[in-house]
């Protein structure tokens, strides 16, 4: 056991985790509706997640340019996720759409804009041009920028970076704040809150590729879970097919060669620097006579070679426009021509590798139309709750999803707080205060090693194409590793930052996450959207329904929810 730790107690009204942009948008609106809050973030407020990363489009049914209704943004949004969508939050995110980009309009985002309205392209998936951007790759740092600086501008909210919240307080059935692990100082806080919103984002480190941070460990699942709330379609994670492999790309968001790859028509070759898109048929075939496979075929294409011995050195496909005239490349990519160039690109010249990537999160905690969950007091939003977009997402819709969620969610958490008193008990942290002074030092296992080894078992048995033995195989090891790990903390110093009980503390959250992703996608034998069975490729109409996820003791429950009852 190491030395006693010292402990903090602060006290808010309302407590959000997460600062992407669904907690920085809660965290104004529970302060514009009158609440005290506490904004808690594991790394750098705006910094540490995915928000700031994403460099493409926003959707939203603005009619800026093209008439457009957010009912018809609704239609495409359904169809993407495959018959799957909570289609009251679906509604909520496309008719909340168009309010929440003009306000970050008003707050000075700077969306693109041609002859005096904001620009809106067309993005795959929707029926019209309907999606907005901040010029040249800039989208996601341009909306953290701007939301930082409102927070600069709000009264009312405190922000703690560094903080990592470790377990919700729940007395009573109610949430009543949190405890959290103060990276920086190694001192332990306890936060008593009336109400606490969790933003933490997705869960694309459980894979060994990802686009996302490496703050992406499903925290927020774990913490949901482990409070008493339930998740839903936990099976759907969204793999992006051609994100960035090789060589190094510094500053550039690894999913940008799509909008390229479409436009210019980029060939995927394998390492015989062949041409391999058609041999995986069902392909769509452009007006121009490009020909592009949808997604899931190029998720599918690409391992497939991989698999037979035919991918490129880093494990993936080659994407090359050297067919293309050097003049259009530049017409097409701007100023992104230098910044390539920054990283000792030249797509004239050379193809660079590309690979399926894990992206985006479709499942997630289950809330209402309020975003409360089934625990009284305790809220969520952003990319952390699932439902909204089903088996699949339509482009653009997730930062309109961190926006919308994220502000109805701070105002109801207010409105939730504004009727309550504080009810703390020391009890509610008890056990977490019990398993933080519980860290042992010792060198075994290695938890950067086992972070490694979740990730293998992820990306090979539940990743893009799952089977029935790969999955078990994965419950199989993920419990063994579990059962390596231990549950005692391990530590490496006292006091001060400890890396290893940080690593420690996530692969707690990872595990628990892990089998939350596993189990629903053993048990839903059919194809749909993001989830796909090699051994069971078709649709089922059976299986029109969500599976949701809830602890019991130490296990995971699966329980089957008919669309209708959610919707
Ligand atoms: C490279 C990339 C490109 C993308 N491009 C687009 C795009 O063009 N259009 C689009 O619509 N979507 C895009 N997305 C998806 C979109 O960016 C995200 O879904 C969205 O930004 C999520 O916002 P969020 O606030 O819910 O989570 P995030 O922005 O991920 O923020 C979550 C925050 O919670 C913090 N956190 C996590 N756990 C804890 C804890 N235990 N304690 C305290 N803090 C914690 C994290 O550090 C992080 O800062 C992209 C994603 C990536 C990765």
Known sequence: MLPETATTHL????????????????????ARAGADVILAERSLIGRGGATVMAQMTVAAALGEQTPDHWEHHLADTIAAGRDLCDERLA???????????????AWKVGWAREDGHIRQVQAPGHDRPRCVYVDFLSTGPAVSRTLRTRLNDASGIRRIGDLLIVDIAVHDGAA???????????????????????????????????????????????????????????????????????????????IMWDPFRYKLGGKLL?????????SYASRDIRSDGRYVLTRDLATYAISKEVEAGRGSPAGGAYLSFQHVPPDEIRRAFGPVVDRLAANGIDLARQPVEVAPIAHYHMGGIRVGETLETRVAGLFACGEAIGGANGANRLSGNAITEAFVFGARAGHHAALHASKQSIVWSPDAVGPTMDLLRRATRRDTPNTAAVIASV???????????????????????????????????????????????????????????AQAVALPALARTESRGAHQREDYPGLDDGWGIHQIVELAGAKLNIKALSRRVAA
């Open 11 to 30: 006290k808010t009204d309302v407590l959000v985790v997460g600062a992407g942009g669904a907690g920085m948008y809660a965290a104004l609106e529970a």
């Open 270 to 278: 394998n390492s015989e620097m062949r041409e391999f898109e058609e």
């Open 455 to 513: 990730q293998s078992v992820m990306s090979d048995k539940v990743g893009p194409f799952r089977t029935d033995g790969k999955l078990r195989s994965a419950i199989e090891s993920l419990a063994a590793i579990g059962n390596e790990l231990g549950s005692d903390p391990i530590a490496s110093s006292p006091g001060g930052v400890d890396p290893v009980l940080v690593d420690w503390l996530d692969l707690r959250n990872m595990l628990l996450v």
């Open 176 to 254: 009543c704040g949190a405890t959290a692990l103060h990276i920086s100082t190694g001192r332990i806080v306890t936060i008593a809150a009336k109400a606490v919103i969790i933003a933490t984002g997705g869960l694309t480190r459980l894979y060994r590729r990802n686009s996302a941070s490496s703050n992406m460990g499903g925290d927020g699942y774990a913490l949901a879970l482990r409070a008493g709330a339930e998740l839903i379609d936990m099976e759907f994670v969204q793999f992006f097919p051609i994100g960035h492999l090789a060589p190094r790309l510094v500053g550039m968001d690894p």
């Open 91 to 105: 509604a909520i995110l496309c008719e909340d759409g168009p309010r929440r980009i003009r306000e970050m309009d």
